[in-house]
C-alpha cells in the first residue's frame, strides 16, 4: 500500500485537473461555445482567472469560495466536481491496475459526468457528445480485454434498439414523448463500451436508481416541483459506472441468490 501511495495521489491530482476541464466542458457546451477560447472567467463580473487561482480544489478552497475580484460566491459543485473526477482513478487503478481499461473506463466515465451535469442543468444530451461518443468508445475492442468489435455492435444496437422500442411503444400508448432521443443515444454509446451485458445491466439499475430517486422526490419534494421531467441521463450514468465496477459480481449475485442458478 505504501509504495503505491504516490501513485494514488498523482492519480487523484491529474483526475482533479481533468474535472477542472470538465467543468468547463459542462458549462460551454450547452452554449455551444468552444470549450479551448478564450481561457477561464468569472461568469459574473468576466475577469479573466489567473492560473493561480484555478488551481483545482485548492483555489476553491483559498479564495473560500468567492470570486478573487467580484466575490461572488462560486459554486460548490465545481470542486465537488474536481473531487470526483480525482477519485475515479484512483478506483480505476485499485480494480484494474496501470492497464489500458484503466484509460479508456477513465474517459468513458469523464464524458457521463459531462453528460449528466448537462442532462440535470438543461435536460438534453448533446449530440455533438453522444454520437461521436458512439464511435470513439467502440474502441473498447481494443482497451477491454472480453470485448470486440461484434460485442460493441451488438451492445451499440441493443442499447439504441431497446430504448427506441421503449420510446416508440410509450409514444404510441400515451401519445407524448416519454424519452428524449438523447437517452437512446446514450445507451448506444454506453452500450459500445461496455457491450450486451453491460447495457442490459445499465438499463436495468439505471431504471432501478432512478425510481427510488423518484419516490424519493415524490415523498420528500412537495409541490410543483415534483412534476417536473426528471432527466434520465444521470441515472443511466450512474447504472453503466456500476456495471464498470460491480457489474460482473452484481450478475454473479443475481443469478446465484435471486434467479436460483
Ligand atoms: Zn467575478
New binding site residues.
Partial sequence: MSSTLPVLIILFIFGACIGSFLNVCIFRIPENRSIVFPGSF??????DIPFYCNIPILSYLFLQGK??????TISLRYPLIEVLTGIFPVFLFSKFGLTPPLLFWFCFICVLIVISLIDFDHQIIPDIISIPGIFIFASSAFFIPDMSLKGALIGIFTGGGILYTIALLYFKLRKAQGMGGGDIKLLAMIGAATGVKGVIFTIFTGSFIGTCAGLWALIFIKGSSRQLKIPFGPYLSSGAVLYIFFGESLIQWYLHTIAGY
Wanted: charged fraction near 25%.
Fill in positions: 468569472c461568469p459574473i463580473c468576466k475577469q470570486c478573487k475580484y467580484c466575490k461572488t
